[in-house]
């Protein structure tokens, strides 16, 4: 006897409350990674210095960083997180990706794009967590993980979410 194999498809378009849904999710990790990464970065520079913080100062420190941070770096973020994840979703369907990685490319190239448009606006370096190439790189892969949550939650939670009413149907 031979089994058949049911493959289930989502016909449907997920829905806008979704796609917001999942954005604010991977915009919140992708803050809070790149948020603690820079605090932690500007903590280190500080003990090398010869500064003494204790355990609870840096736990301190960096909650009030992340909550600091957040209207500014966090607006940024948003705004660049956003854009990047609309542009690679675009690409992703014109050039017909099954699984969408154009996502988590395209949160580390916003997040090293929107620090680097930063600089010559303001004449200033506003994260201080960015000024060594390490501190960079914790930046592009907050974005990295942004875009890549951002993909779950869009595509693979979705689709789970469609069919499985569907696979229970069959039950």
Known sequence: MSEQATEFHADTEVSRFTKAGALLVAWLACYTIASVAQSQFV???LAELGVVI????????????????????GG????????ALFISGRLGRWLKLRRNWLH????ALAMLLMLAIMHPLLNVTLIAGTR????LCWQ?????VGGELYRILRQDLARWIIQRPKQNALL
């Open 132 to 135: 060594s190439f390490a501190g």
């Open 43 to 45: 903590l280190q520079n």
């Open 104 to 107: 988590s490319v395209g949160g």
């Open 54 to 73: 204790n355990g609870n100062q840096w736990l301190e420190h960096t909650i009030l960083d992340w909550w600091g941070l957040l209207p500014k770096f």
């Open 140 to 144: 592009a892969i907050a974005g990295a």
């Open 76 to 83: 940024a973020i948003f705004l660049s997180l956003t854009l």
